[in-house]
């Protein structure tokens, strides 16, 4: 696709429900990064893929956060039993191989909020 | 210490001015680049600068590597400029993010 896609693009969830928020990257980006952004914060790392290879999840504040992307493209961030605090955006970005002049390029995010 | 910081943390101007927000960013970082997050939350890859200078209409940017520096330049300023600029760098490949510049522009 022309971007990266996110959706939902806002989510209401009842504390202790499961979410899954979808990312959809540009077509041929291998690399695919999660992140979380609070309320007048920058971004947060959360975890990131090489094609499928979940290289580094250290940014992951819980074993209640779970990240996939089985096919290389599509990818998956999951929260159990949702908690308040993880009330955020949450923004997926992709960019091309390393050494091509494009950055990153982010999608518009989702909008959770915990009840 | 701090990775990358960035300067002022807010900023308001007339509709028509010019502005300048810098970003310093340590060894540890490279290829900075400069972000805007809308008043919606999107975040609008600006410019890719590792190093040298880039133009993109009103807007341009310069990195000057070796003095771990980057300037985005901001020329006749409107109100759809407002929002929070950031810059970023890479850093074994995650991005750390300056706090920001707030930058408001009244009509």
């Known amino acids: 696709g022309a971007g990266v896609s996110q959706s939902p693009r806002y989510k209401v969830a009842k504390r202790g429900q499961d979410v899954a928020l979808r990312c959809d990257p540009i077509?041929?980006?291998?690399?695919l990064f999660w992140y979380q952004q609070a309320l007048g914060q920058g971004p947060e790392f959360l975890t990131y893929?090489?094609?499928?290879?979940?290289?580094?999840k250290s940014g992951l504040p819980s074993d209640r956060f779970f990240a996939e992307r089985p096919e290389g493209s599509v990818s998956t961030l999951k929260i159990q039993r949702t908690q308040q605090e993880d009330s955020a955006v949450y923004l997926c970005?992709?960019?091309?191989?390393?050494?091509?002049?494009?950055?990153?390029?982010f999608g518009s995010g989702t909008r959770l909020t915990v009840v | 210490g701090i990775q990358v910081e960035q300067s002022p943390p807010d900023l308001i101007l007339q509709e028509g001015a010019n502005s300048t927000l810098r970003c310093n960013f340590s060894?540890?970082?490279?290829?900075l680049q400069w972000f805007h997050q809308n008043p919606w939350g999107q975040l609008i890859n600006l410019f890719y600068?590792?190093?040298?200078?880039k133009q993109n209409g009103r807007l341009s940017a310069t990195t000057v590597a070796t003095e771990r520096y980057s300037l985005l330049y901001i020329s006749s300023s409107q109100t759809t400029d407002s929002g929070v600029y950031f810059c970023?760098?890479?850093?074994?490949?995650?991005?750390?993010w300056g706090a920001g510049t707030k930058l408001i522009i009244k009509p």
């Open positions: 970023a760098g890479d850093s074994n490949y995650q991005l750390i």
């Open positions: 060894d540890s970082v490279n290829n």
């Open positions: 893929f090489q094609n499928e290879a979940q290289l580094d």
């Open positions: 077509s041929g980006h291998v690399s």
């Open positions: 600068i590792p190093s040298g200078t």
């Open positions: 970005a992709s960019s091309a191989p390393t050494g091509m002049d494009y950055g990153y390029t």
